[in-house]
């Protein structure tokens, strides 16, 4: 079936670094992709999403693009703020139109 | 904000007992779908209902239900509950459940069973 592979966690990073969260995903087809993010005693929020292969999503300085050769679609921001501190979830959306997300990545920011 | 509301926020119970979890929808929203997010499953997928019907399936037991009543808010059932249930459920909705649809998430219910 479907699946989403992420990078372990945490990733610990000096503000301002930059950064690059991994993800891979196993599909039939060509799915909607997305990342979302979970700030601690939060729901999850849409991060960024793209729809088909080579789209780039972008939001809030983040970035990924849609690369249906690699099947990957990894997370990027140039410089990364104390305020992003969160757990990032990467997902997919399958035939049936749910969602299936990677274990998440903690991401530690230290100023 | 999302739009979506769930309440209880919290839920502490014992083991055997059963809850009802509630969902309200974006305005507008006619999907709404439930998960489950746990310590060793991670975020797993348990329901969908459109418009009061069930749409699709992922790996709910059976102990668990679900439905979706005219008003479209939703409410998850969990029935005899174990230790392993603990987790935090979240509710998700969209406007019709399409391929290219942004799902938004309420902020969860978190369940402590003891």
């Known amino acids: 079936g479907d699946s989403v592979t992420q990078m372990e966690g945490p990733v610990t990073l000096s503000e301002e670094a930059f950064l690059t969260i991994n993800c891979t995903y196993t599909a039939t087809g060509y799915p909607s992709l997305f990342w979302y993010v979970q700030y601690p005693g939060e729901g999850l929020q849409l991060l960024l999403k793209a729809t088909k292969a080579d789209d780039k999503g972008s939001n809030k300085g983040f970035e990924a693009t849609y690369r249906k050769e690699t099947t990957s679609f990894h997370l990027e921001k140039g410089s990364v703020q104390v305020s992003d501190s969160a757990v990032y979830f990467c997902?997919?959306?399958?035939?049936?139109?749910?969602?299936?997300f990677g274990s998440g990545t903690r991401l530690l920011v230290r100023p | 904000d999302s739009g979506v509301t769930q309440t209880p926020k919290h839920l502490i119970t014992a083991t055997g007992q059963r809850v009802t979890l509630r969902c309200s929808p974006r305005s507008g929203d006619l999907s709404v779908y439930w998960y489950q997010q746990s310590l060793d499953q991670g975020l797993q997928f348990l329901i969908q209902?459109?418009?009061?019907?069930?749409?699709a399936k992922g790996n709910i037991l059976e102990r668990f239900s679900a439905q979706q009543f005219p008003d479209l808010h939703s409410e998850l059932n969990l029935s005899s509950l174990e230790l392993g249930d603990t987790a935090l459920y979240f509710c998700?909705?969209?406007?019709?459940?399409?391929?290219?649809?942004?799902?938004?998430f309420g902020p969860g219910t978190r369940l402590l069973v003891l």
């Open positions: 209902y459109y418009n009061g019907e069930e749409r």
């Open positions: 997902a997919l959306m399958d035939s049936s139109y749910k969602l299936i």
């Open positions: 998700a909705s969209s406007a019709g459940g399409g391929a290219l649809e942004t799902q938004y």
